[in-house]
């Protein structure tokens, strides 16, 4: 019974060939119909590898421009650079060149909207901006790469970090210590806590020695253990006292007058009387 089941059960289509069958009937009998669909999609394949290819071009040249905006930076200045090479472009001034840096950024940034080198630049217009102490237009620029760019952008500790600056800057000290706690959320929670403790210092708070020490001794390893010792350091120096002017040296009679409102002034000393002297007379003749 066994053997004749089997053979029964070898003797049916396999399942594949059932639906495979089933399936060349089809096409069969709706050839047209399946060259139309098989053309648009080997259309929308195309089209998404058109796609990325233009996006990886458009992506490379904007990188490329990005590259150049950066180089500007690094191009000596005329008085400094005096042995310079024939042909090195100089600058005459640091503030001309960095004129041609923020221009190149915002070049790029316009003109490469959706890529990830305009949102770089984006960036670097911010870290610019703190740099030369712009830090209201900082503030704008930083806070719109942090709200457009994608959560694992390299850049974005640094950017928050930046904007932290761009806010102490302009004495935000409360939106300065909310931007500086994110960086924990970014990945950098040592530079979170070292920022919070140093801007405590800054603005004078009885726990900031505190902050710091716990800093040292939280991340013993990390730069910011030694950022914090050497402002440990320097906030236990003494303060120098401010050097006061010397007063005016007045002649005695306006001393007494010097601090009185409305005092007043003395009266000039008469000038001494010049007596005249009569003229000779000529001497007469001898007789």
């Not at 648009?40 to 990886?56: D, E, F, T």
């Not at 020490?213 to 914090?228: G, I, N, R, S």
């Given at each position: 019974?066994?053997?004749?089941?089997?053979?029964?059960?070898?003797?049916?289509?396999?399942?594949?060939?059932?639906?495979?069958?089933?399936?060349?009937?089809?096409?069969?009998?709706?050839?047209?119909?399946?060259?139309?669909?098989?053309?648009?999609?080997?259309?929308?394949?195309?089209?998404?590898?058109g796609?990325?290819?233009?996006?990886?071009?458009?992506?490379?040249?904007?990188?490329?421009?990005?590259?150049?905006?950066?180089?500007?930076?690094?191009?000596?200045?005329?008085?400094?650079?005096?042995?310079?090479?024939?042909?090195?472009?100089?600058?005459?001034?640091?503030?001309?060149?960095?004129?041609?840096?923020?221009?190149?950024?915002?070049?790029?940034?316009?003109?490469?909207?959706?890529?990830?080198?305009?949102?770089?630049?984006?960036?670097?217009?911010?870290?610019?901006?703190?740099?030369?102490?712009?830090?209201?237009?900082?503030?704008?620029?930083?806070?719109?790469?942090?709200?457009?760019?994608?959560?694992?952008?390299?850049?974005?500790?640094?950017?928050?970090?930046?904007?932290?600056?761009?806010?102490e800057?302009?004495?935000?000290?409360?939106?300065?210590?909310?931007?500086?706690?994110?960086?924990?959320?970014?990945?950098?929670?040592?530079?979170a806590?070292?920022?919070?403790?140093?801007?405590?210092?800054?603005?004078?708070?009885p726990?900031?020695?505190?902050?710091?020490?716990q800093?040292?001794?939280?991340?013993?390893?990390?730069?910011?253990?030694?950022?914090?010792?050497?402002?440990?350091?320097?906030?236990?120096?003494?303060?120098?006292?401010?050097?006061?002017?010397?007063?005016?040296?007045?002649?005695?009679e306006?001393?007494?007058?010097?601090?009185?409102?409305?005092?007043?002034?003395?009266?000039?000393?008469?000038?001494?009387?010049?007596?005249?002297?009569?003229?000779?007379?000529?001497?007469?003749?001898?007789?």
């Amino acid at each position: 019974m066994t053997q004749k089941t089997d053979r029964k059960e070898l003797r049916k289509p396999d399942e594949f060939q059932v639906v495979a069958g089933k399936a060349m009937g089809w096409a069969a009998a709706n050839q047209r119909m399946l060259l139309i669909v098989l053309a648009g999609v080997a259309a929308v394949v195309l089209l998404a590898w058109g796609a990325s290819v233009y996006r990886s071009s458009r992506e490379s040249r904007a990188g490329a421009s990005l590259s150049e905006a950066l180089e500007i930076s690094s191009r000596p200045i005329a008085s400094e650079a005096p042995g310079a090479p024939a042909g090195t472009e100089t600058f005459p001034s640091k503030e001309e060149r960095q004129k041609a840096v923020l221009a190149a950024l915002e070049k790029v940034r316009s003109e490469n909207k959706g890529t990830l080198a305009a949102q770089t630049a984006q960036a670097e217009l911010g870290f610019q901006k703190v740099k030369s102490g712009d830090y209201a237009p900082a503030q704008k620029d930083l806070q719109e790469f942090l709200d457009k760019s994608d959560a694992r952008h390299p850049l974005r500790a640094f950017a928050l970090e930046s904007l932290g600056y761009a806010y102490e800057g302009q004495k935000k000290f409360d939106d300065a210590r909310t931007t500086f706690a994110k960086l924990a959320e970014a990945g950098a929670p040592e530079r979170a806590a070292f920022q919070s403790a140093r801007l405590s210092l800054e603005e004078g708070k009885p726990e900031a020695k505190q902050q710091l020490e716990q800093v040292a001794k939280d991340y013993p390893k990390d730069p910011v253990a030694t950022a914090a010792n050497e402002r440990l350091e320097l906030a236990s120096m003494p303060k120098a006292e401010p050097v006061q002017p010397a007063p005016p040296t007045l002649a005695p009679e306006n001393k007494a007058t010097l601090f009185v409102k409305g005092a007043p002034k003395p009266a000039a000393k008469p000038a001494p009387k010049t007596v005249a002297t009569p003229a000779a007379k000529p001497a007469g003749k001898k007789k």
